[in-house]
């Protein structure tokens, strides 16, 4: 997707979002690059990128790649807008038809009528041969 002349690449990113950048041959260290900071545009080079949080709206979180040719000219700019869903698997952990985030009954379980803790319904037949 790089420009046409483009040797060299850098990364901007809001605050919401954590970016990472493998180089072929190189470990990755984890770590967000800094401003500034440019890598060259060799084949095998991962820019990854994820959030830790769901957004507070839609679109509130941006990864801006900018492209340079050879004595660090600009070229052109990639952006995409990131949107991070919150997603939340929760029981009724003590069986009153009410799920409850914080229930201290979901760390363990307990069995009959006065019992508590998810019941896991599984589907484990062969649907096909």
């Known amino acids: 997707a790089a420009p046409a002349g483009a040797v060299a690449f850098g990364v901007k990113h809001t605050e919401g979002v954590s970016v990472e950048v493998a180089c072929q041959g190189q470990e990755e260290d984890g770590s967000a690059p800094s401003s500034g900071t440019r890598?060259?545009?060799d084949e095998g080079t991962v820019l990854k990128f994820s959030m830790s949080r769901a957004s507070s709206e839609v679109n509130d979180n941006k990864v801006t790649v900018s492209f340079y040719a050879e004595g660090?000219?600009?070229?052109?700019?990639?952006?995409?807008?990131?949107?991070g869903i919150g997603i939340s698997l929760d029981v009724d952990?003590?069986?009153d038809g009410v799920v409850e985030k914080n229930n201290p009954n979901k760390a363990s379980w307990t069995w009959g009528p006065e019992g508590h803790g998810a019941i896991l319904l599984v589907n484990?037949?062969?649907e096909s041969p």
């Open 93 to 95: 952990a003590d069986r």
């Open 39 to 41: 890598w060259p545009l």
């Open 124 to 126: 484990c037949d062969k």
């Open 72 to 83: 660090g000219q600009p070229i052109n700019q990639a952006g995409i807008f990131l949107t």
